[in-house]
Nanobody, 127 residues
Framework: QVHLEESGGGSVQAGGSLKLSCAAS????????MGWYRQAPGKERELVSS???????TYADSVKGRFTISRDNAKNTLYLQMNSLKTEDTAVYYC?????????????????????WGKGTLVTISS
């Protein structure tokens, strides 16, 4: 069992920045990939960004150019730097990890392969 704990959420005005962190209880180099999902009130959960073990990253179109995902294997921590925040970025942000429990690592990161979830951190952007 891997424990994921997010931090860094909060309330900022539009145009501001936040950096989310996700600390893992295990060596994250063992994962297939990790990512950040978010769920806004009344909306479905969506993949914001992911990073695979080979360093390949993906971003939702809505955050490209504004958000940057990174990982520090030495600290077993995943990050999401969020700049130029918009009110529509308001959501609970969840850290997720594919640990390959199905017996293989998928080529990409998707919710079907997520083995572990964090409890989430709330990000509120005001106008």
């Amino acid at each position: 069992q891997v424990h994921l704990e997010e931090s860094g959420g909060g309330s900022v005005q539009a145009g501001g920045s936040l950096k989310l962190s996700c600390a893992a209880s295990e060596y994250i180099y063992k994962s297939c990939g990790m990512g950040w999902y978010r769920q806004a009130p009344g909306k479905e959960r969506e993949l914001v960004s992911s990073i695979m073990n080979d360093g390949t990253t993906t971003y939702a179109d809505s955050v490209k150019g504004r958000f940057t995902i990174s990982r520090d294997n030495a600290k077993n921590t995943l990050y999401l730097q969020m700049n130029s925040l918009k009110t529509e970025d308001t959501a609970v942000y969840y850290c997720a990890a594919d640990w390959g429990l199905r017996g293989f690592c998928s080529a990409g990161f998707d919710e079907g392969g997520v083995d572990y979830w964090g409890k989430g951190t709330l990000v509120t952007i005001s106008s």
